[in-house]
Structures are given as structure tokens and as C-alpha cells.
């Protein structure tokens, strides 16, 4: 297969096209095609809209949009809008929506692919383009693989929040055996009102009585917004960023109770709604059975304080008492491909049922016994619904090509009229065998 050959230095038609948005043109022709401009234009919040004008020899029987989101998306392919025969126009609109989210930084490489009625098939250059927040004038500071990207904010404030990321980068890197491979970057917003467009989670499950300061859905990317406590939503983030390192290979997610209970001990402290919440629960012997963790997200105020206390209270009981060298063979167990039970069984010689009664001994409460025929839990579930994304464009990624389509991708309280609800909602995205996971920060009003 040839290749159109726009212009000479790719490198630098690849920087004029993330800083104009607009390629130079006209440009070499190559088998008959010659394509005289490429145009990129950001409509943030609704995504990206490319732009291709060429002429060709012989009619265009096809063109596609070929295109990869970086860092977690395989290569995907849309077919755009054209008009004319021999001289084409044509327009790719990547949307940003819940089955292909696009966040501020996420980079995209692309090319416009071809093909005409005698069968010979021209590719133009591979070009990249930043998604951005065309928002506000924003400004950056970074320290080793980490880079804070902030408007408006103080220095002295960004590098508070830049010296705390560092510090949970290290420490929870530490803990979970892992080594970040790739430079790291959150989006600093100054309130919840500013980074709403932004926030998965207001596009899958809108509540108006609740407000997102914090999110992951890519693998190298936060966003986080500084209406309450951003120091530990930022290590709350950051801390699921490790966490998918750490256990990332080919398998499935893991229970909701691990990957949520580590993010909450990546905090300074958990916030003292859950505190109060896992505290009421055992003086009145009603926590959640383990099983029930396993799988849950977001609703009623104290069902959802009591599933990240509990959480964090049964990472924290497998840390300080079995010591953290097993629980790094533990997420090993799971990145090898265990299921809960046997992950469990492998490391620590008790299922589910046996992780939970031994809990509750640590905090005085007897144990559970579950009779024959009885179900894994005794108690209504948190109301929380995981919300999912799946991966791809308009159209799936071909078969010869082998593969899918790219997925769409406690401080001092600024007076809002809040309570702290820590409410991290795990998502298995299907990307290529690999999954991505989306974590929410949410105050809910009362």
C-alpha cells in the first residue's frame, strides 16, 4: 500500500497541526491524488471535526477516517462526509460523548485513507492532534513524570497539589509493587462548575444533587477541581492511576471493594462521613457483607459512606495484618488472572466469607455465619449502578486490521453547602483485551 506523501518533516506538519489546527497545502501528488489541505478544528466540549480537500485522477469509490485516541485506544476507523468525484471534500466529526469520551490532553493520531474505482489506495502522513479545554489560559508545572496543568490557581497552591501527587505516586507505588512507565498529567480546575464539561460521569449517570470534583478514565490522566479537600481527591485519583498499573493485563476488573478500598488508603484519612458511617454499622452489627462490595456504585448517602468505609476498613485489615508484601501478591493473583475467591485463597488461605469474618473479629464483631442455601448477602446492596462505556466509533474496526475501535477514551471547606461523599465508581472498558477504568470524586448536597 503507498502512501501521499504531504510534505517533507513530519514531525513538524504533526506540531503545526496540534498548535494551528490546520495543515499546509497543496501537497505532493502521489498515483494521482493530491491532497490540497487538512484542516483540524476543536469544538470542545463536542470533540474534534477533521477536514480533507483533494483531487484525484480517478473517481473515489471510498474514503475513510483511520484513527487512534492515545493513551489506552486501538486503532478505529469512521467513514465521513464527502461530496464531489474527482475534487472531494471531506469532514470527520470525532464526537465526544458517553460511548467515546474525549478529556482534555488526550492526543489523537489519524490519517485520511483513499481509495478509488481503478483499486489503488493512497494514505496521507499520520498527523496528531491535542484535545483541548479552549476554555481558559492554561498554565503548567511538573516535577519528575508528573505535570499539573492549572488556570487562575496560585503557584505556591499547584505546587502543594504537585508535591502531594509526587509524594502518592511514590507511596502507593510502593505499596503496590508497581512503577508508573509513563508521565502522568492532571487537570487542575477551579471549581466543580468549571470541570462539569469534562466529567464522564455527569454524561452516564447526571444527579442534580451531587457535585464531581474528581475523575480518572484514561490511564494517565486526572481531572480535579478545588471546591473541597483537593489534596486527597488528588491521591484518591492518583492512587487509581497506580492501581491500574499495577494490576493491568488482559483480565477483568477487580471487586469494588479492593479497587475502591485502596483509593480511599491513598488518602491522608478517609473522609469523616465514612468514618461516622462504618462506625454506626458495627456498634450496630449492620456492615455489608464482603461479597456485597464486590460489585457496587453510587445512591442512598449513608449506604454509600458505609461502602467506602467498609471498603477502606477491609484493605486496611489485610495491610497492617498480613503485611504488605502479600497484598502485592494478592493484585499479582489478579493480574495473573484469578477470580476474588481464589486470588484470596492463594494468598491468604481464606475465601470472601473468611476475608469478611476475619474483619470482623479485628473489629469485635462476631462472626457471620452463612447457612446452606442462603445468599452471599443478608443486607440491600448500595443503590450505585457502574456505569460502562463501550469501546468504538461509528464503525467497527475492520477484520483483516485486527482491532477494536478506540473507546471513545480533608482541607478546609470553601463554604459550599456540602457533605463529603467520597463515591469512586469502577468501569470496565473493552479496549483491545485491556480495560480502563473511570473513578468519580462526588460531593452530594443535603
Not at 493513551?71 to 471531506?90: E, L, N
Not at 477502606?312 to 495484618?321: F, M, N
Not at 446492596?381 to 474496526?397: H, R, Y
Amino acid at each position: 500500500m503507498k502512501r501521499l506523501v504531504l510534505a517533507t518533516g513530519v514531525c513538524a506538519l504533526a506540531v503545526l497541526a496540534a498548535i494551528s489546527g490546520r495543515w499546509p497545502g497543496p501537497s505532493l501528488a502521489q498515483e494521482g491524488v493530491t491532497v490540497r489541505s487538512q484542516e483540524v478544528s476543536n469544538e470542545f466540549p463536542d470533540g474534534i471535526v477533521f477536514k480533507v480537500d483533494f483531487q484525484s485522477e480517478e473517481p473515489v469509490k471510498e474514503v475513510r477516517f483511520r484513527y487512534a485516541i492515545a493513551p489506552d485506544g486501538s486503532r478505529a476507523y469512521g467513514v465521513p462526509d464527502c461530496s464531489g468525484v474527482t475534487d472531494v471534500q471531506c469532514t470527520f466529526d470525532l464526537e465526544s460523548n458517553a460511548q467515546n469520551f474525549l478529556i482534555p490532553g488526550v492526543e489523537i493520531t489519524y490519517y485520511w485513507q483513499v481509495k478509488d474505482h481503478a483499486g489503488q489506495t493512497t494514505e496521507t502522513e499520520q498527523g496528531r492532534y491535542m484535545y483541548e479545554d479552549d476554555r481558559f489560559d492554561w498554565q503548567n508545572l511538573s516535577e519528575g513524570g508528573l505535570t499539573v496543568w492549572f488556570y487562575d490557581a496560585s503557584e505556591d497552591d499547584v505546587r502543594e497539589l504537585l508535591t502531594a501527587g509526587r509524594e502518592t505516586l511514590e507511596r502507593m507505588g510502593a505499596l503496590l509493587g508497581t512503577t508508573l512507565d509513563h508521565p502522568v498529567k492532571v487537570f487542575v480546575y477551579d471549581s466543580a462548575q468549571d470541570m462539569e464539561p469534562v466529567v464522564l460521569a455527569r454524561q452516564t449517570s447526571p444527579d442534580e444533587g451531587s457535585i464531581t470534583l474528581g475523575e480518572v478514565v484514561v490511564s494517565d490522566t486526572a481531572v480535579v477541581a478545588r471546591d473541597f479537600s483537593p489534596l486527597d481527591i488528588l491521591r484518591h485519583e492518583l492512587t487509581h492511576i497506580v492501581m491500574r498499573s499495577a494490576v493491568s493485563g488482559p483480565f477483568g476488573a477487580l471487586p469494588a471493594w479492593l479497587e475502591e478500598g485502596v483509593a480511599v488508603y491513598g488518602q491522608s484519612q478517609p473522609m469523616p462521613d465514612m468514618e461516622a458511617a462504618l462506625q454506626s454499622a458495627i456498634e450496630n452489627n449492620r456492615p455489608f457483607t464482603v461479597r456485597s462490595l464486590s460489585s457496587a456504585s453510587a445512591g442512598d448517602g449513608g449506604n454509600v459512606s458505609l461502602f467506602y468505609g467498609q471498603s477502606y476498613s477491609v484493605v486496611r485489615y489485610l495491610i497492617d495484618e498480613h503485611g504488605e508484601e502479600k497484598f502485592r501478591a494478592l493484585l499479582a493473583a489478579f493480574r495473573e488472572g484469578s477470580q476474588t475467591d481464589d486470588a484470596l485463597t492463594q494468598v491468604y488461605g481464606f475465601d470472601q466469607d473468611g476475608l469478611e469474618n476475619a474483619w470482623r473479629a479485628s473489629v469485635g464483631l462476631p462472626e457471620r455465619v452463612i447457612e446452606e442455601g442462603q445468599g452471599p448477602s443478608t443486607r440491600p446492596l448500595p443503590q450505585i449502578t457502574p456505569f460502562g462505556v463501550e469501546g468504538g466509533e461509528q464503525q467497527p474496526q475492520e477484520p483483516d486490521e485486527g482491532a477494536a475501535p478506540a473507546p471513545a477514551t480533608a482541607e478546609e471547606d470553601d463554604g459550599v453547602p456540602v457533605v463529603a461523599l467520597l463515591v469512586v465508581a469502577a468501569v470496565t472498558v473493552a479496549v483491545a483485551a485491556a480495560f480502563a477504568g473511570a473513578a468519580v470524586l462526588v460531593l452530594r448536597r443535603r
